[in-house]
C-alpha cells in the first residue's frame, strides 16, 4: 500500500530526527519543545507532558507545552497524588493507555483535563534499565483523537527521551554538586589556593 510506505517513511523521518534532538543538548526543556514539533508532524495535540514519579505515591508534571496560553491547574512543577492517576497506572503495567473520551473521568485528573477542553489522550511508559520512571503524555480537543499508530510512534521515542532525562538530572546533580563544592570553598574562613609545580598560584579563595 503505498498511503501506508509513504507513512511509514515520515515516521521514520521523525524518529532519527527526535534522535537527533536528543543526543544533541542536556538541557531538556529545550529537547521536548524540539521533539514535539517533530511529533506534532505525525500526531495531531493541543497538550503534552512529562509526568515523573519523583517519590512513592507523588507525581510531578515535569514539563508542559500548549496550543494556547490558557492557565491550567495541571501545569509544569504541579505535584499530585499517583492514587488513581494514568502515569500511576502506566507505572504499574508499564503499558501505554489511550483514553478515547476523558468526560467519563477513568483517572484522577481526567475532570482538570477535560475543564480545559481535553477530551482525549495517549500515555506512554518512560523506561529506563527496567524502571518505568514515569509517562509521555498527550492530550487533544477531539474525541478519539488518537490511534495505535500514535502508540507505536511514541514507543519508539520513549526510550532516548528516558535515557535524556536520566542524564538531565544526573547533569544537574553534578552542577548543583560543584556550586556547592565552590561556594564552600570561596567562603572558607582558611585560605584554600592551588599552586603549579614552580609554586605560582592558580587559584585561591577570597580569604
Known sequence: DVTEKKRREREKGVVNNVSRIIASSLELK???KAVSVELGK???FDRTSITLQVEEGHILEYIVLTKDSSSSRLSEGTTFSSSGSATETVIKSGKPIITRD?????FSTDHLLYAEGIKSRVNVPLEYKGRIMGAI???S????NFREEHIELLMQVAPPLAISIENSNLFCKIRDSE???RDLIENAPEMIHKLD???RFLNANKT
Open 197 to 199: 609545580a614552580q609554586g
Open 102 to 106: 476523558i468526560s467519563k473521568g477513568l
Open 30 to 32: 529545550e529537547v521536548y
Open 141 to 144: 480537543k477531539k474525541m478519539d
Open 179 to 181: 556550586e556547592k563544592y
Open 137 to 139: 503524555n498527550f492530550g
Open 42 to 44: 505525525l500526531i495531531d
